[in-house]
């Protein structure tokens, strides 16, 4: 299952584009660090904690069991 449009925004993201789906078994961390493009899907299981900024550019699919972690 994916966050709503609304759900994704309140995660507080630097910023998010259009078409975004972020499944709600994803762990987040800094997301004031993550700027999201557009068409994009973050499937189940991944990790996403960077230390400083992280741009997810346009048409970027992140697979289950991924993880980015770090600068």
Not at 33 to 58: C, K, T, Y
């Amino acid at each position: 299952m994916f966050y709503s449009r609304e759900e994704v925004l309140k995660i507080g993201f630097k910023s998010v584009g259009e078409n975004v789906f972020i499944s709600d078994k994803v762990s987040i961390y800094n997301p004031q660090n993550i700027s999201i493009g557009n068409n994009v899907r973050i499937d189940d299981f991944v990790i996403i904690s960077p230390s400083s900024e992280l741009i997810i550019g346009n048409y970027v699919h992140i697979a289950c069991y991924a993880s980015i972690i770090g600068k």
